[in-house]
Nanobody, 121 residues
Framework: QVQLVESGGGLVQAGGSLRLSCTAS??????VGWFRQAPGKEREFVAH????????YHANSVKCRFAISRDNAENSVSLQMNSLKPEDTAVYSC????????????????WGKGTLVTVSS
């Protein structure tokens, strides 16, 4: 079984940057997605990357600010987050894609426990 562990969250001021990592133990992961869930809100899609590194997809709300990438040698996927806003505050989780729409959390499994990102104004 593949286990995913997220890291890199923390407290940052608006306009700052953070880099999240999703590291897999066990067998090599295939395509991976990042989702986030803010308090009292539904889980929402953030980004997805194919196992080969392309294509990659980003939610409209984070395009031009966030960038997903992967390092297959390290069996990890990263999410570089720049120009952070208070509305980016959420628990960020990664998961393994199983097929169909990349934007739907129901098409992912093996969820990590998540890492909290807090952006202060």
């Amino acid at each position: 079984q593949v286990q995913l562990v997220e890291s890199g969250g923390g407290l940052v001021q608006a306009g700052g940057s953070l880099r999240l990592s999703c590291t897999a133990s066990g067998r090599a992961v295939r395509s991976v997605g990042w989702f986030r869930q803010a308090p009292g809100k539904e889980r929402e899609f953030v980004a997805h990357i194919h196992w080969s590194g392309s294509p990659a997809y980003h939610a409209n709300s984070v395009k031009c600010r966030f960038a997903i990438s992967r390092d297959n040698a390290e069996n990890s996927v990263s999410l570089q987050m720049n120009s952070l806003k208070p509305e980016d505050t959420a628990v960020y989780s990664c998961a393994i894609y199983s097929g169909s729409s990349v934007y739907n959390a129901m098409n992912y499994g093996g969820w990590g426990k998540g890492t909290l990102v807090t952006v202060s104004s």
